[in-house]
T-cell receptor
Framework: ETGVTQTPRHLVMGMTNKKSLKCEQH?????MYWYKQSAKKPLELMFV???????ENNSVPSRFSPECPNSSHLFLHLHTLQPEDSALYLC?????????????FGQGTRLTVV | QQQVKQSPQSLIVQKGGISIINCAYE??????FPWYQQFPGKGPALLIA?????SEKKEGRFTISFNKSAKQFSLHIMDSQPGDSATYFC?????????????FGRGTSLIVHP
């Protein structure tokens, strides 16, 4: 256990569905991240929150909507996804983005869009 | 634009051999270079990291070699074991815009045969 918990571990959804991914960290960190991991591609940074404020949105389509109600929880709301959005979605946390150091990752949510 | 180039994409090594994974970067502002290890079904976890003020860092069987002038760094796994079979990601980050957010390479899938 890394202290970062993601649910669900697996998700299959249709293109017209709405679902949410949840991430919770118990490390007292102030920065949280969403990454997309596709086969044979670099980890793609999607969103960054620092002290609950969104600091990065790397040109992510609006069908992905993040929410960070507090420093311990991060959500990724999904709607009208495309098959190419199928991937492993990883949540990570770190002390804060202005401090160099380790990012702790969750185990990811394996998303399949059918 | 891929800021951190990682090679090889896959690597097969016999037990007891040396595994070498290479990364190159362009951004001279990068000043923190971590390596992450990812086992199937798990998120990446920090393995070892280096700052550019040293040319080598060793932790057990794992060594990072850093060549600042060539803008290259590499991971050496000595006496490779089947349990080392995983995907390895190099990363780099710099405090640009006030934040350390890592940029990841594409990953190297390492298989160590018994």
């Amino acid at each position: 256990e890394t202290g970062v918990t993601q649910t669900p571990r697996h998700l299959v959804m249709g293109m017209t569905n709405k679902k949410s991914l949840k991430c919770e960290q118990h490390l007292g960190h102030n920065a949280m991240y969403w990454y997309k991991q596709s086969a044979k591609k670099p980890l793609e940074l999607m969103f960054v929150y620092n002290f609950k404020e969104q600091t990065e949105n790397n040109s992510v389509p609006s069908r992905f909507s993040p929410e960070c109600p507090n420093s311990s929880h991060l959500f990724l709301h999904l709607h009208t996804l495309q098959p190419e959005d199928s991937a492993l979605y990883l949540c990570a946390s770190s002390q804060e983005i202005t401090v160099v150091g380790e990012a702790f990752f969750g185990q990811g949510t394996r998303l399949t869009v059918v | 634009q891929q800021q951190v180039k990682q090679s090889p994409q896959s690597l097969i090594v016999q037990k007891g051999g040396i595994s070498i994974i290479n990364c190159a970067y362009e951004n001279t502002a990068f000043d923190y270079f971590p390596w992450y290890q990812q086992f199937p079904g798990k998120g990446p976890a920090l393995l070892i990291a280096i700052r550019p003020d040293v040319s080598e860092k060793k932790e057990g069987r794992f060594t990072i070699s850093f060549n600042k002038s060539a803008k290259q760094f590499s991971l050496h796994i000595m006496d490779s074991q089947p349990g080392d079979s995983a995907t390895y990601f190099c990363a780099a980050s710099a405090r640009t815009g006030g934040s350390y957010i890592p940029t990841f390479g594409r990953g190297t899938s390492l298989i160590v045969h018994p």
